[in-house]
């Protein structure tokens, strides 16, 4: 029996409120897989939008890893159709990779629905994770040893290039949303993977009740997971005051003043290394913490010899300075530094 409350039209008003402003007449854009979690998202929104005059488009990735994918597709489909919800199933084809399957699924089920938007003028896409999903990306990330970036899970909103990516629903536990589904009369789909132990997921839900008896339970992973996001953002300001210490772009690189370079925080010294090859070297992720502390130490020696790192190459110039060049061959589009001030080294960057 379903005890806890479902979210009503009021609550929801106040939880899309904080990740504002929004058109006066919304056109949002929702993934909805046709579990709890999805379709209460899509609901929720949709009340929301009509009584503003908008609408919303949702979006179903097919992944075609099981053969009943199309069919639940196409049911849900059918029950947002008769809601009049527009509706478009996005199929993930070609093939699928041997490892890394659940990586891979995911990195697809992003791009096709961040293209869906593009080509629609669509500028929010709105996520259905929730609480749960939030404590068991932390519990991953801290198996992997990530850093406040990392230990921050998901963000309320993502700015992205294309599309503004939107998590409403990010601090409510499961329970609530399965609860909404009540309240609307909406059944859902049950994904058979997510109870796959092959997966580490599906893992980390099967001893959720273990960990919540010692206190890991998923609101207090969430409570750290905002903790983190505001350190991480400290942080992100705090690099980008060194670099409007350190750093002049030429047209022809990025030019560092390393004088005195070991004065500076290392953590802000990694960072801004990362922000300044993400700028000249085009690439992402950031090159892993190793490699930058190993070109941040080479910095600090008087004969720095140069080196290349993420697709930039650095060469000394003058007595206390680097440039940073992108490497022959692989010249990328600039990308301002004010966008990769906050670029983090690979295990610390959050995932959509």
């Not at 199309?70 to 008769?82: D, M, N, R, S």
């Amino acid at each position: 029996m379903l005890t806890a409350a479902a979210i009503d039209a009021a609550e929801f008003d106040g939880l899309l409120a904080t990740l504002g402003p929004f058109e006066p007449a919304p056109h949002l854009a929702v993934g909805v897989s046709g579990g709890a979690d999805s379709l209460a998202l899509t609901l929720l929104l949709d009340e929301w939008v009509r009584a503003r005059g908008g609408m919303v488009h949702a979006f179903t990735v097919d992944h075609a890893l099981r053969d009943a994918s199309a069919a639940e597709a196409a049911q849900v489909g059918a029950w947002l159709g008769a809601r009049g919800i527009a509706h478009t199933v996005l199929p993930w084809t070609g093939p699928k990779p041997a490892t890394g399957l659940m990586e891979a699924a995911r990195d697809a089920r992003r791009d096709l629905l961040t293209r869906a938007c593009r080509e629609r003028g669509l500028l929010h896409l709105c996520l259905g994770h929730h609480q749960d999903d939030q404590a068991e990306t932390v519990l991953l990330r801290l198996a992997k040893g990530s850093g406040v970036d990392g230990l921050g899970g998901m963000a309320p909103l993502t700015e992205t290039p294309h599309v503004r990516l939107l998590r409403p629903l990010l601090d409510q536990p499961k329970d609530r949303l399965r609860a909404t589904c009540v309240r609307f009369g909406q059944k859902v789909i049950e994904d058979p993977s997510n109870f796959d132990p092959r997966f580490a997921r599906p893992r980390l839900r099967a001893v959720a009740e273990a960990l919540g008896e010692e206190g890991l339970g998923a609101a207090a992973l969430c409570a750290t997971a905002a903790r983190a996001r505001a350190a991480a953002a400290a942080l992100a300001a705090a690099t980008s005051q060194l670099l409007a210490r350190r750093v002049t772009i030429g047209t022809d690189g990025v030019y560092l003043n390393r004088g005195d370079w070991l004065d500076e925080p290392v953590e802000l010294r990694l960072r801004a290394l990362a922000a300044v090859l993400a700028r000249t070297g085009g690439r992402t992720p950031a090159p892993k913490r190793e490699k930058l502390a190993s070109l941040d130490r080479s910095l600090a020696e008087p004969a720095f010899p140069g080196a290349t790192l993420g697709g930039s190459r650095i060469s000394p110039a003058g007595s206390d300075g680097v440039i940073f060049l992108p490497e022959l061959g692989r010249a990328a589009e600039p990308r301002p530094l004010t966008a990769v001030a906050g670029a983090v080294v690979s295990g610390f960057r959050n995932i959509i």
